[in-house]
């Protein structure tokens, strides 16, 4: 059934509810911006303007709610343009005391926002999330500002960031208009937008319906089709109706924990597919590579979940299939919110391989719920073989596939002991030092880009550790430069690439000792070694070319590697050695204690080659 209707015959005698397997509010400031220019762009002859379509399926009101004789439904699709329209009409009404359009606040107030009994102890919201959902106080306390609504620790997230984003955008939206202006645009909003309101017939899926369908502006995610195929599903086992009503609200409990999970942090919502991708990868193994990419993912996902999964060689549908998939995916939603929310040795193992397959091997080690002595163990162990990997020569394991298979040992049960034992074994391995130095000396072979240490993709990681190794040193509590800044930082030259405006005195020693042919090259070399290169955060760029005596008197105050720079006199080849020396000393310590690299390796790793080794340690 088709009606078209303005929001004050859509909302008369009517209750809107979002139901519990709808995505939460995810409009941002483009949407919003779109549709404040829509309104505005009605002329003042109030010509309707589309709006587009409003798909309804009529429900039941909660036994509190059975006092109101209006019809309940659910959204089906249009909940993001209802919810924004909503938002903005409770904005206009905070704004006026005597309403707009001929109608008092309070009248306005019953239409869209809530109806009070005659007592006015009940209230029911025109407009809101079904009861279950993790946002439904949210809703009530935050947007609608209903003071005594008790919301839960830990509920804000990206759907609930955007929820009172649009509330502040529209707050001050309306804050800019007079009082003439406030009551034209009102009136557009109630009168001009008009709604193709289409009622689900009752021999229809609803699930089915949804699943086939688009919100505007924003398609439904995989994660949504998911959740909706399975309640689909659910639906067509041969079960008892009370066994199908639990298994439903597993699924959106399940969702619910999985929708929250992933927006927990409103700065770095995370991505929907890739979780889904990597709980796949730990759930079954995929017949080709290491873990499931997105799009096989969604694939394989649609082809367990279907009406026939035994064509594709899958298990048949029944409730336990189901119960164990929903069940294993809600128990991960939170491990992985923590693997990419955490400030311990997890964090620095993703910084030296930040790929699906490290990230899956240590959700694996967090579902086995191990105290933090036990696991702090094993990522050390984790960590020093990552860093080990990352030195160029001596790479010891293909992290990607071992990182995989042991991830899904692990989740399948495995004894520990067998991984750490792996762990241990790969950190005992021996060490090939020429392997090592050819490693190196091959950083410097590249004709363009970066050259020498400036190639080494670990070296950033291994700065950063330096840093802390510097802090115990020079016995300092405080971090000058701590990990957590490690993306807003990059590697930096301490004499400079175009050493020429103010380091002639710095380079002209080191040079006189090649011949003119050979000078550039010693230079770069030089230039690229260990030594010379350090950590700075992006606003310390303008340091540059300057001289010596300008950076020395700025890296005073910086972090621990750029105050152990500063101490020097002189910024020249004899302290770029030095450094490389006692860096390349640090590096061998965190690969092992009882690992040394001979002195004339330690040449060679520095300075390439032995026609520049001679000249520098002459």
Not at 170 to 190: A, R, T, V, Y
Not at 549 to 558: M, V
Request: aromatic share 14%; proline share 2%.
């Amino acid at each position: 059934m088709s009606n078209t209707r303005n929001l004050l015959e859509l909302f008369n005698n009517k209750v809107f509810r979002i139901p519990d397997y709808q995505r939460g509010y995810s409009w941002e400031d483009k949407q919003l911006s779109e549709l404040w220019d829509d309104l505005d762009e009605i002329n003042n002859e109030m010509k309707p303007h589309y709006t587009g379509t409003i798909f309804l399926e009529e429900s039941k009101p909660l036994a509190e709610e059975e006092w109101l004789t209006s019809k309940f439904f659910n959204i089906i699709d249009g909940q993001q343009r209802l919810t924004t329209i909503i938002i903005l009409i409770f904005e206009f009404l905070k704004q006026t005391d005597n309403g707009y359009c001929d109608m008092s606040k309070n009248e306005l107030y019953d239409l869209f926002i809530a109806k009070k009994s005659l007592s006015k102890i009940a209230e029911v919201y025109k407009f809101s999330y079904q009861a279950t959902n993790q946002n439904y106080n949210y809703l009530l306390k935050e947007i609608y500002e209903k003071e005594k609504t008790v919301i839960e620790m830990d509920r804000e997230n990206f759907y609930t960031h955007n929820l009172s984003y649009a509330k502040d955008f529209f707050k001050k939206k309306i804050m800019e208009l007079d009082n003439n202006q406030k009551e034209i645009l009102f009136k557009k909003i109630i009168s001009c937008l008009i709604f193709d309101e289409r009622i689900i017939e009752k021999d229809l899926d609803v699930q089915a319906v949804f699943e086939t369908m688009n919100n505007r502006g924003k398609p439904l995610t995989t994660l949504e089709k998911l959740k909706n195929r399975l309640i689909y599903l659910n639906e067509r086992l041969d079960h008892h109706k009370d066994d199908k009503k639990v298994l439903r609200k597993k699924i959106n409990d399940a969702w619910g924990i999985v929708y929250s999970s992933l927006a927990k942090n409103p700065n770095d919502v995370l991505d929907e597919d890739a979780f889904l991708s990597a709980h796949l990868s730990l759930y079954k193994k995929p017949q080709q590579g290491n873990v499931f990419s997105e799009k096989s993912a969604e694939d394989k996902l649609f082809q367990m979940f279907c009406n026939k999964p035994e064509k594709y060689n899958e298990e048949t549908m029944n409730y336990v299939k189901i119960n164990d998939y929903i069940t294993s995916l809600s128990d991960l939603a939170p491990v992985w919110y923590e693997i990419h929310n955490n400030s311990d040795l997890r964090r620095n193992i993703l910084l030296l391989n930040g790929s699906k397959e490290v990230k899956i091997l240590l959700s694996a080690l967090m579902l086995r719920k191990l105290n933090m002595s036990e696991l702090n163990t094993i990522l050390m162990l984790i960590e020093n073989v990552f860093f080990r990997n990352s030195i160029p020569g001596m790479w010891i394991l293909d992290i990607e596939y071992h990182s995989a298979e042991k991830a899904r040992d692990i989740y399948n049960g495995e004894n520990l002991s067998d991984f750490i034992t792996f762990l241990e074994d790969k950190n005992k391995s021996p060490i090939n030092q020429q392997s090592v130095v050819d490693g190196f000396k091959g950083l410097f072979t590249y004709v363009t880009g970066n050259k020498g240490f400036h190639r080494w993709w670990g070296l950033k990681y291994f700065l950063f550790q330096y840093e802390e190794f510097l802090r115990i040193k020079f016995k300092e509590t405080i971090e000058r430069m701590p990990i957590s800044v490690f993306y807003d930082t990059q590697i930096e030259h301490i004499m400079p690439q175009k050493p020429w405006e103010f380091w002639n005195n710095e380079t002209e020693e080191y040079l006189s000792k090649f011949s003119d042919e050979r000078k550039d090259h010693a230079l770069k070399v030089l230039l690229n070694s260990l030594g010379n290169l350090t950590i700075l955060l992006h606003k310390n760029q303008p340091l540059g070319n300057k001289s010596w005596e300008y950076k020395r008197e700025w890296f005073n105050t910086g972090s621990y590697n750029e105050y152990e720079i500063s101490k020097n006199d002189y910024w020249d080849f004899s302290a770029i050695r030095k450094r490389g020396e006692n860096m390349l000393e640090f590096l061998c310590n965190k690969i092992n204690k009882d690992f040394k690299l001979e002195e004339e390796l330690v040449k060679q790793i520095l300075f390439n080659t032995d026609y520049i080794i001679k000249r520098v340690y002459e």
